[in-house]
């Protein structure tokens, strides 16, 4: 077919018809919509109003070479270069983890706890922002640190927040907490991380969108624990009275955490599950 002949509806049609054949999307549908979207900058209504409505070649060109990008298994928020999460529209690269729906519960999660008008709250390994900043558009009060051990995570970070206008928000490069002392006149009341946990030999690191994130992001030595023993030893030095730790884990790991943080001293110590009925969150309190 001359390139000229695709209407909307015809290029909608052949890309969920390519991206079927391949078979590394679940869901062709909704990303061809999406990546149509995304190349004529327009809304999806849009789409479905004027679909008699033709591209142009160089419309084409693109829509059909992001089809192609993704039928080769690139993660569709790469393509978009944004990802939704909490309220916001996040910026995505290849430095960071791709925000997940799971970790809208990590964030459920802090906001239920009773903190302070106007806590502190340190997020370690926070990629693109994405929880600093949900808990900020939701407690603008609260003073909230991201820390990463990449600059570019770090910059990706920052340019979320002046996007989302949640300037006050700080972004700091740093090796989980080790560049912080406890402090008695800043007291840090929460300390939050969805941090690497995933088993190095987990045959889904060679499946879907992992591919393509960083490995330091995802995996961890230990069987997956070894951040996570790092975090909740520092936090058990850091945090103040009555502070909390909560994490994102792998859905077999709540009993090696829910133990990890009762032998250091935590209390109150609880998981939750994800919408999927997974074990998915733990957190304790520093007595
Ligand atoms: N939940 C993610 C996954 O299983 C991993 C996120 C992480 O390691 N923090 O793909």
Redesign the pocket.
């Known amino acids: 077919m001359a390139s000229l002949d695709y209407s909307r509806a015809a290029a909608l049609a052949w890309a969920q018809a390519q991206l079927v054949v391949v078979g590394q999307d679940d869901s062709p549908k909704l990303d061809a919509d999406l990546l149509l979207c995304h190349q004529l900058e327009c809304a999806s209504a849009s789409l479905y109003a004027w679909p008699e409505k033709r591209l142009t070649d160089a419309q084409w060109q693109g829509f059909s070479a992001l089809v192609e990008q993704r039928s080769l298994g690139r993660p569709i928020a790469h393509l978009l270069g944004q990802q939704g999460f909490w309220s916001l529209d996040l910026a995505v690269d290849a430095s960071t ?1 791709i925000p ?1 729906p ?2 809208e519960l990590l964030v459920e999660t802090v906001l239920s706890l009773d903190l302070p008008a106007q806590a502190q709250v340190i997020d370690l390994g926070t990629g693109t922002g994405a929880i600093a900043l949900a808990l900020a558009s939701e407690q603008p009060q609260w003073q909230i640190t991201g820390i990463d051990q990449s600059s570019d995570a770090v910059a990706l970070a920052q340019k979320n927040a002046y996007a989302c206008d949640l300037q006050q928000v700080q972004f700091e490069q740093g090796d989980w907490a080790s560049g912080w002392v406890k402090d008695a006149l800043a007291p840090i009341h929460c300390i939050v991380s ?5 088993d190095a030999k987990d045959p ?1 690191l060679s499946q879907g ?2 591919r393509y994130e960083p490995l330091s ?3 961890a030595g230990d069987h997956g624990m070894a951040d996570i023993h790092t975090i909740a030893q520092q936090s058990s030095q850091l945090l103040a009275t009555g502070g909390w730790l909560a994490f ?1 884990h ?1 859905y077999d790991q709540a009993a090696a955490v829910g133990q990890l943080l009762t032998r250091l001293g935590f209390v109150r110590v609880a998981t939750q599950k994800d919408y999927n009925s997974q074990d998915r969150v733990t957190l304790g309190q520093w007595p």
């Open positions: 983890l997940r799971e970790t969805n941090p690497p946990y995933i889904h969108d992992v992001a995802l995996v994102e792998g």
